[in-house]
Nanobody, 121 residues
Framework: VQLQASGGGLVQAGDSLRLSCAASGRSFSRYVMGWFRQTPGTDYEFVATISSTGGATYYADSVKGRFTISRDNAENTVYLQMNSLTPEDTAVYYC???????????????WGQGTLVTVSS
């Protein structure tokens, strides 16, 4: 599956932003989808994941209650709604696809190109 993330930008602290990740190829609905983020010099940080049907989600503690992951299998798209953004959320955000339920970036086999989110104070 090929992935393309979009929706990043420059916002102020407290603002909201919604990221989208469009998938092409077959069988999108069979994949677990995840969002990760990365700042310079660090590994990918897990943000959120959603099951293939959308029935299960899981969040990093740092975003729980502020971010919401969702998917539309008919549109082959996964979303990340980000509310109450803080400067600590500044990063390049990546969507990724996995064949099983996992929070580890090493287990995600397909990655989008990343979209930069910058939150100013």
């Amino acid at each position: 599956v090929q992935l393309q993330a979009s929706g990043g930008g420059l916002v102020q602290a407290g603002d909201s932003l919604r990221l989208s990740c469009a998938a092409s190829g077959r069988s999108f609905s069979r994949y677990v989808m995840g969002w990760f983020r990365q700042t310079p010099g660090t590994d990918y940080e897990f943000v959120a994941t959603i099951s293939s049907t959308g029935g299960a989600t899981y969040y990093a503690d740092s975003v729980k209650g502020r971010f919401t992951i969702s998917r539309d299998n008919a549109e082959n798209t996964v979303y990340l709604q980000m509310n109450s953004l803080t400067p600590e959320d500044t990063a390049v955000y990546y969507c990724a696809a996995a064949t099983g339920w996992t929070f580890s970036w090493q287990n995600y086999r397909s990655w989008g190109q990343g979209t930069l989110v910058t939150v100013s104070s």
